[in-house]
């Protein structure tokens, strides 16, 4: 475990937020998706590590989100939301997510919720759909997204995807891991995604 001090944890997750809210800032397409949260205050969190971790920890990439992000690495309550069954052993060996805010974020908020989100190159995330409603943002590298009614399109840093509400949907890293920041809001922000694409 670690010997840093909950001090300093608290002001690298800061710089995490902040960091996040300047990408939100130069995005217009996440500010049109929900308001930046009024409610934010940070709560530690125990960690939870993920063998993704080592992965994050080598790319090496310059977006401060990014290089943020990893700062925060031994220190995150990583999230994996499926089961071997449904993705297989290799997908969970290479993905992974923080709830940056949220009803159980690093900060808490009930109003929207934020994730910085990570999977390998090569992995297939299936289609799967939830009722909340999803903005990407391509921190770093790129994925090939698919999603029902739309023409499927490979994103890169800066690039946004709107998920409607059980708009099933699916990412291929065929060139790149991706890191993103991902928000969720309207019905259904406190759920979880679930595979297939029938809701
Ligand atoms: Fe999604």
């Known amino acids: 475990m670690t010997s840093a ?17 300047k990408v939100y800032d130069a995005t217009p397409a996440m500010q049109g998706f929900a308001k930046w949260p009024t409610d934010l ?12 971790i080592r992965q994050l920890t080598l790319w090496e990439n310059n ?3 990014h290089k943020a992000t990893q700062s925060i690495l031994p220190y995150g309550k990583w999230k994996q939301t499926y089961t071997e069954q449904e993705v297989g052993y290799g997908f969970l060996q290479d993905y992974g997510y923080i709830e940056l805010f949220g009803p159980d974020g690093h900060f808490r908020s009930d109003q929207v919720r934020g994730y910085v989100g990570y999977w390998g190159k ?62 969720w809001g309207g019905a259904g922000m406190a759920g979880l995604p679930k595979m297939g694409t029938i809701s």
């Open 63 to 65: 977006h401060p989100l």
């Open 5 to 21: 001090s909950s001090d300093l944890i608290a002001s690298l997750f800061s710089t995490l937020l902040s960091e996040a809210k």
């Open 41 to 52: 205050t940070y709560h530690h969190q125990a960690p939870v590590w993920i063998p993704a």
């Open 122 to 183: 090569g992995l297939y995330y299936p289609w799967h759909h939830h009722e909340a409603e999803e903005i990407y943002t391509v921190i770093s590298g790129s994925g090939y997204f698919e999603a029902e009614g739309k023409a499927p399109v490979t994103l890169t840093s800066g690039q946004c995807q709107i998920h409607e509400s059980n708009q099933p949907h699916a990412l291929t890293m065929k060139e790149s891991a991706i890191l993103t920041l991902v928000l």
